[in-house]
């Protein structure tokens, strides 16, 4: 079967599980997001579950999913319990009652709802140490949560829990393992498209693809070795799981902070749908700003990073913490200062100034940092914007800045711009592009508008940075001190070159030019004359009716 046609009846499973939600009462709910994810994590813990079985368990090797369930139902407690050693640290153990199969068994049965609920329970339990992340406070966030329980109707938790397992146990994905990144980071966008809206004071603008890709390739064109990756402002994690595959996945570890479980949850799901469980006790959720989680051995300081990567809010109301971040105890991190609380608007305190502190402070001596924020912070000539951009540039760590088409974010109308720090660049040249051309126009959804880069365009950006390539009208190569000279502005347009044509013309040419542009000035002159004999004939008029 080929990879295209498994991902058509992917995303054919997950809107029959949205339909399922809808017949049951759960569309659009709060607790649908919650349904449909994690049906779908059963659903791939299960399959791979069974496909590493298959590949590690030698009397297992060359058999059908269907011939594998069938030995393992048939195996005796303690044979199954020797069998799950062979596995890896990163594999969800399922016990013999935990197969879909074994719970589409029980399907029609009355309170078909609690056995499979208890299943998700049991799978949670069995996989605690490897697969929970956790709160700022250590609490563990399971796995699973009883799904019947996001649906207030009794009556529809049978047929809910029916529907789903009915879908779950017609389709199968051990065909798409070995392509890992490749086939699931489309399947998680297609996965929680309709979720990832308002999930929390801290969330992220959903972050493209395409900008996740522009990012990782420009970060690690070659890849690295041993090096860790992190991100303040996570939401689902699209720029640590883009990262981490053009890095390599096990030559990584991928560290997170996010304030909402919500995102933390998808997060999570993020990361095993990805191969990266062995990040997964690294996923936190708690206030970074406030409360910064990944800390150094001694618990002295904030813990520094190989890479770091985000695409913190813009603007979100922080006040209720504010004046404790402006206190004394945080100065060290967000020595450039705090934004004031408006008068009108709390919702338009820029908190990204306060994650670029974070991020600048939380990166290693030879680190390097990729940062989304609005295009204006670019040439802001005062305030907090500035001493940030005076920091940046006195301690030479700027690589370069790409400002990005308008709506490359589909949700959101600000102009973007991507700022690349690296600390190995001291003595190095700067590139500045302006990419704000790029792009073709697109509908989103029959309303909102996405600009949408094409390969050939992304390769451009991509390929010219790299290259530190000076391109007319597109990039520029300057020095720290040229920069200096232009007030610290970080903005391609401020440095290209301003081309006025020449053409080679005969005195007679010249002559025969002048004559037509002074003709056609004594023409307008004429024109100009006559307008205004006309406005005061008009105007003694008037004062002559006035005085009638």
Same mark, same amino acid.
């Given at each position: 079967? &080929?990879?295209?046609?498994?991902?058509?009846?992917?995303?054919?499973?997950?809107?029959?599980?949205?339909?399922?939600?809808?017949?049951?009462?759960?569309?659009?709910?709060?607790?649908?997001?919650?349904?449909?994810?994690?049906?779908?994590?059963?659903?791939?813990?299960?399959?791979?579950?069974?496909? $590493?079985?298959?590949?590690? +368990?030698?009397?297992? *090797?060359?058999?059908?999913?269907?011939?594998?369930?069938?030995?393992?139902?048939?195996?005796?407690?303690?044979?199954?319990?020797?069998?799950?050693?062979?596995?890896?640290?990163?594999?969800?153990?399922?016990?013999?009652?935990?197969?879909?199969?074994?719970?589409?068994?029980?399907?029609?049965?009355?309170?078909?709802? !609690?056995?499979?609920?208890?299943?998700?329970?049991?799978?949670?339990?069995?996989?605690?140490?490897?697969?929970?992340?956790?709160?700022?406070?250590?609490?563990?966030?399971?796995?699973?949560?009883?799904?019947?329980?996001?649906?207030?109707? #009794? $009556?529809?938790?049978?047929?809910?829990?029916?529907?789903?397992?009915?879908?779950?146990?017609?389709?199968?994905?051990?065909?798409?393992?070995?392509?890992?990144?490749?086939?699931?980071?489309?399947?998680? $966008?297609?996965?929680?498209? =309709?979720?990832?809206? =308002?999930?929390?004071?801290?969330?992220?603008?959903?972050?493209?693809?395409?900008?996740?890709?522009?990012?990782?390739?420009?970060?690690?064109?070659?890849?690295?070795?041993?090096?860790?990756?992190? #991100?303040?402002?996570?939401?689902?994690?699209?720029?640590?799981?883009?990262?981490?595959?053009?890095?390599?996945?096990?030559?990584?570890?991928?560290?997170?902070?996010?304030?909402?479980?919500?995102?933390?949850?998808?997060?999570?799901?993020?990361?095993?749908?990805?191969?990266?469980?062995?990040?997964?006790?690294?996923?936190?959720? =708690?206030?970074?700003?406030?409360?910064?989680?990944?800390?150094? *051995?001694?618990?002295?300081?904030?813990?520094?990073?190989?890479?770091?990567?985000?695409?913190?809010?813009?603007?979100?109301?922080?006040?209720?913490?504010? #004046?404790?971040?402006?206190? $004394?105890?945080?100065?060290?991190?967000?020595?450039?200062?705090?934004?004031?609380?408006?008068?009108?608007?709390?919702?338009?305190?820029?908190?990204?100034? /306060?994650?670029?502190?974070?991020?600048?402070?939380?990166?290693?001596?030879?680190?390097?940092?990729?940062?989304?924020?609005?295009?204006?912070?670019?040439?802001?000539?005062?305030?907090? &914007?500035?001493?940030?951009?005076?920091?940046?540039?006195?301690?030479?760590?700027?690589?370069?800045?790409?400002?990005?088409?308008?709506?490359?974010?589909?949700?959101?109308?600000?102009? +973007?711009?991507?700022?690349?720090?690296?600390?190995?660049? *001291?003595?190095?040249?700067?590139?500045?592009?302006?990419?704000?051309?790029?792009?073709?126009?697109?509908?989103?959804?029959?309303? @909102?508008?996405?600009?949408?880069?094409?390969?050939?365009?992304?390769?451009?950006?991509?390929?010219?940075?790299?290259?530190?390539?000076?391109?007319?009208?597109?990039?520029?190569?300057?020095?720290?001190?040229?920069?200096?000279?232009?007030?610290?502005?970080?903005?391609?347009?401020?440095?290209?070159?301003?081309?006025?044509?020449?053409?080679?013309?005969?005195?007679?040419?010249?002559? #025969?030019?002048?004559?037509?542009?002074?003709?056609?000035?004594?023409?307008?002159?004429?024109?100009?004359?006559?307008?205004?004999?006309?406005? /005061? =004939?008009?105007?003694? !008029?008037?004062?002559? @009716?006035?005085?009638?």
């Amino acid at each position: 079967m &080929q990879i295209t046609e498994v991902k058509q009846k992917t995303y054919s499973m997950i809107d029959d599980l949205k339909s399922a939600c809808n017949q049951a009462g759960a569309g659009n709910s709060p607790g649908e997001y919650k349904i449909i994810t994690q049906s779908f994590l059963y659903k791939f813990l299960n399959d791979k579950f069974i496909y $590493e079985l298959g590949k590690k +368990v030698s009397e297992f *090797k060359g058999k059908s999913t269907a011939e594998i369930e069938a030995a393992l139902k048939a195996k005796s407690h303690a044979d199954y319990e020797l069998m799950l050693l062979s596995l890896d640290a990163g594999t969800a153990v399922l016990g013999k009652q935990q197969l879909i199969s074994s719970v589409y068994a029980h399907k029609g049965e009355v309170d078909f709802h !609690k056995i499979f609920d208890k299943a998700l329970e049991d799978i949670s339990n069995m996989n605690m140490d490897i697969f929970a992340v956790h709160t700022g406070g250590k609490s563990q966030i399971k796995l699973f949560t009883p799904v019947s329980r996001e649906i207030t109707d #009794d $009556e529809k938790k049978d047929p809910l829990c029916s529907a789903i397992i009915q879908k779950l146990a017609t389709s199968s994905f051990a065909e798409v393992f070995e392509q890992k990144y490749d086939f699931f980071a489309d399947i998680f $966008e297609y996965l929680i498209k =309709d979720y990832n809206k =308002d999930s929390g004071r801290y969330a992220e603008y959903y972050t493209p693809h395409v900008i996740a890709g522009i990012i990782a390739r420009i970060m690690a064109p070659n890849g690295a070795t041993n090096v860790t990756v992190y #991100d303040p402002s996570a939401g689902t994690g699209t720029l640590v799981l883009a990262l981490a595959h053009q890095i390599g996945e096990d030559h990584c570890t991928i560290y997170t902070q996010d304030i909402t479980q919500k995102s933390n949850e998808f997060m999570r799901l993020n990361l095993i749908l990805n191969n990266l469980v062995h990040s997964l006790p690294n996923v936190i959720q =708690d206030d970074t700003l406030l409360n910064p989680r990944h800390l150094n *051995k001694t618990k002295t300081d904030i813990e520094h990073f190989d890479y770091i990567v985000s695409n913190p809010p813009f603007n979100v109301d922080f006040s209720e913490t504010r #004046d404790t971040l402006a206190g $004394e105890a945080y100065n060290k991190r967000f020595w450039a200062g705090v934004p004031n609380i408006p008068n009108k608007d709390k919702a338009k305190m820029a908190i990204y100034l /306060m994650f670029l502190q974070h991020i600048i402070c939380s990166m290693k001596d030879d680190g390097k940092a990729a940062i989304v924020v609005p295009t204006g912070f670019l040439t802001a000539g005062s305030g907090i &914007q500035k001493k940030i951009r005076e920091k940046i540039i006195s301690e030479r760590m700027l690589k370069g800045v790409i400002s990005m088409p308008s709506n490359i974010f589909a949700t959101t109308g600000t102009n +973007v711009s991507i700022i690349f720090l690296d600390k190995a660049n *001291k003595d190095g040249d700067v590139v500045l592009m302006d990419a704000s051309n790029l792009g073709t126009k697109e509908k989103v959804d029959g309303k @909102n508008q996405k600009t949408v880069l094409s390969d050939e365009e992304i390769s451009k950006i991509i390929n010219t940075f790299n290259d530190k390539r000076q391109v007319d009208g597109f990039s520029v190569v300057v020095s720290y001190k040229d920069i200096e000279k232009k007030k610290l502005s970080f903005s391609a347009g401020q440095y290209f070159e301003v081309k006025i044509e020449y053409v080679e013309l005969t005195p007679q040419e010249f002559t #025969d030019k002048m004559n037509n542009y002074m003709t056609e000035l004594q023409g307008l002159f004429d024109e100009g004359d006559k307008l205004q004999k006309e406005i /005061m =004939d008009q105007l003694k !008029k008037v004062n002559l @009716n006035e005085n009638s």
